[in-house]
């Protein structure tokens, strides 16, 4: 360890100044992770590469981070890979002359697609010596494969694109009398075959967390000024003050687009005046933890003053907006989604992703609430279902019932109000750090409420129990979901970008009723329904999901609260991602009597809820943090969560912390941390 975080060593010798990086050379350091699971060991190999890039090639920097972090771009360009198992498949076959069937009894053996295909190269004979792979050219390959347009023939060019990455892979491998890859040996070793399909199925699986690599990549820049100026080694202080700078920079500027050209250009010391929000580039929002009672809300913020607010029940927001006048001073300017007369703005998902399609009304109205002398913000809201004749907010579930893409402002049945409850960026300037009775302020000041269009989040500042419980009657009767609790002053109450805080509590109706909070599980295999439903799943196998390892481990089976209709309609989307066996990535128990009928891509997320957790033998969830994994027999099915991706399911962390706060309530202590996601 001492000598990886010390040692100037390169980790791939053979790869000269000015070279492009050679993707054997990022395969090699990925093997290497591959190989540990102590996290310190990770990051040192992750930072040793970062560090050799940036001295002999830091041109080919940012697509080195992002091929880590196995993201072609940020989120909010809205590039996936995740290609499903038959097409890869089949490009396996097409690149090394295998046939179809073969490759599929292969994976019906070994079960990990990456080790069929490192295999399948192995046993190919070279006819000729294809070009080195390249980081940047792997980059590129990915990225034409994801983009790929649907439609007529979209099938084939993917297929295509991925056979050319295929075909080229594991060159160095050829003519050196070698074998090709050993799977059986180093879990496959540095294939580049092996990573380019993990890369296509959208999991590394390597141990890499985007958090280690941001880490990483703030310490290999520190090496790399030090070492410019002529120090050996920076200090401590140094890496840990790199680290800081980084990590706040990508908090409000979660795009290493923008950010590793700036640190490329301006150095990471300065990085913080060089790089700051902008509007353009969505920021992942602050969440809140669940408490379990109005007392537990007190005992936290004792002595802090807070505030509750109505938690609307609809959909999150973040809104960008800047003026036509002030557009100039963002290098990033907002799309043009939502041009008006004012200014141009656009919205988007909790996930980044651009809602623009969906709410082209919202964007068309959002000049009468912007201000004279408003010249640009960022603003963090929800869309809420809205009677146009009651005047009144709507449950959730009419939200559900409008049309996701291409929206067309006339045809538009479901109205939507904003309640505005943030505000991140005001006129050019970042207010996260700011208190948020200083935000809030600033939110009042500089919008203004439209009936029925725009408004700003009920709120009521008191620390009185019967005041605190009459807000939250009366958010029930607003068809609200109950009360976000957050502090009003100091640096506690800034804005935690990308945060689970202990700083903003939910207090939801359904907890006082002693239902747990919901859970967001992704859908991993099916049974066949019986006696009439025998055409249709029955019933389904649900997981959480573990950032840390990137493995879906399994908390429950749902069969109830599902209509005929809705089982047709899961079937009919279900059946499309059916594989042959789990992949290497899903953590189910092992007994007979467990398995599901019908495994699944990971896709779909579902919320669900139910009473208590308990622990079981049957399911996999936090099995390492848990004397015993927590499963939970009874949900109920809630809706499906189209904003949320496999990964942003429940973690297992959380799934470990319900039961851990379940079982602590009865001895009156909670768990106290924070959650990065
Ligand atoms: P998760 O399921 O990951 O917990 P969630 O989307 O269910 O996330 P919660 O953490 O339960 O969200 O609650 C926070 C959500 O409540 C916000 O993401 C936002 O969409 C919504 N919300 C409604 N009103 C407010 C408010 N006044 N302040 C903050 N968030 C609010």
Redesign the pocket.
Known sequence: QSTLKAGGEDPYPDWKAGDPVPFAALCTTFSKIEMTTKRLEILAHCSLFLRQVLRLTPNDLLPTVQLMINKLAADYAGIELGIGESLIMKAIGEATGRSLNIIKADQNEIGDLGLVAAKSRSTQPTMFKPKPLTVRGVHEGLMAIATTSEGAGAQGRKIAGIKKLLSAADAHLAGKGSKGVDITKDKGGPSEMKYIVRALEGKMRLGLADKTVLVALAQAMVFHEASQKGDKIPSTEQLAKGETILKSVYSELPSYEVVVPAMLEHGITNLRESCKLQPGVPLK?M??KPTKSITEVLDRFEGKSFTC????DG??AQIHFVAHDAAQEYATAVSAAGKSDKGVANIFS?NSEDLSKKYPDILQKLPMWVKEGTKSFVLDC?TVAWDVAQKKVLPFQHLMTRKRKDVKAEEITVKVCV?A?DLLFLNGEALVNKPFRERREKLHAALQPIEGEFAF?QYGDTSDLNEIQTLLDDSVKASCEGL?VKMLDGPESNYEPSRRSQN?L?VKKDYLSGVG??L?LVVLGAYFGRGKRTSVYGAFLLACYNPSTQVYETVCNIGTGFSEAVLEEFHAQLKELVIERPKPFYAHAAGNNYQPDVWFEAKYVWEVKTADLTLSPRYKAAADQLSNSGGREFPRFIKVREDKRPEQATTSRMVAEMYQKQESVAKNKGPAVDDDF
């Open positions: 929002p969440l809140a607010e109505y938690k609307y959909e999150r909790r929800e309640f409850f989040a976000m903003w939910k909070d919901s967001d």
